[in-house]
T-cell receptor, first 111, second 109 residues
Framework: DVKVTQSSRYLVKRTGEKVFLECVQDMDHENMFWYRQDPGLGLRLIYFSYDVKMKEKGDIPEGYSVSREKKERFSLILESASTNQTSMYLC??????????FGQGTRLTVV | EDQVTQSPEALRLQEGESSSLNCSYT??????LFWYRQDPGKGPEFLFTLYSAGEEKEKERLKATLTKKESFLHITAPKPEDSATYLC??????????FGTGTKLQVIP
């Protein structure tokens, strides 16, 4: 079974902190994604990566950056956390045009 | 810009009462339409992929169909354990996957 693992299920951070969300996949997938999910807004794409060291902006990249130094790992960075970044963050991976597999999600609260 | 619209937003069914969920989409060059199930507090769980108009996929009480403009998820004789939010997504060019806001299904015993 494909496994996508996010480093934390729940996270509480203070405004202005630099926050790292880590995601690891074990199926050698070329594509990896970061989404945030908010009530009424659905899943919105923040960034995605189709290869090591490659990244593309999604629909809402402002306030975020990403890093993909190894194929299996995709990190989401909140440079200076703000309360409007309180959300559920979901990482996913996929191969070619096939379906994406999701991690369990990280519920981030910024206070 | 790729767009996905799901309806209804919420659906309440009696156990055994069949119904359909709708997913309308606009995408430049469809490279896959996906259905997921999401339980509260968890990541989406993959159900089906459809690639071309006329294609159908089935799994237990669920059947997904695809036309050039929309997809339907048919639920036959649902059970309470089918209660979840069902998400539709499309892949257009360049690997980008766009999701709808989902249909929250509640099946009452």
């Amino acid at each position: 079974d494909v496994k996508v693992t996010q480093s934390s299920r729940y996270l509480v951070k203070r405004t202005g902190e630099k926050v790292f969300l880590e995601c690891v996949q074990d199926m050698d997938h070329e594509n990896m994604f970061w989404y945030r999910q908010d009530p009424g807004l659905g899943l919105r794409l923040i960034y995605f990566s189709y290869d090591v060291k490659m990244k593309e902006k999604g629909d809402i990249p402002e306030g975020y950056s990403v890093s993909r130094e190894k194929k299996e790992r995709f990190s989401l960075i909140l440079e200076s956390a703000s309360t409007n970044q309180t959300s559920m963050y979901l990482c996913a991976s996929s191969e070619g045009d096939r379906q994406a597999f999701f991690g369990q999600g990280t519920r981030l609260t910024v206070v | 810009e790729d767009q996905v619209t799901q309806s209804p937003e919420a659906l309440r069914l009696q156990e055994g009462e069949s119904s359909s969920l709708n997913c309308s989409y606009t995408v430049s060059g469809l490279r896959g339409l996906f259905w997921y199930r999401q339980d509260p507090g968890k990541g989406p769980e993959f159900l089906f992929t459809l690639y071309s108009a006329g294609e159908e996929k089935e799994k237990e009480r669920l059947k997904a169909t695809l036309t050039k403009k929309e997809s339907f998820l048919h639920i036959t004789a649902p059970k309470p354990e089918d209660s979840a939010t069902y998400l539709c997504a499309v892949r257009g060019g360049y690997q980008k996957v766009t999701f709808g806001t989902g249909t929250k299904l509640q099946v009452i015993p």
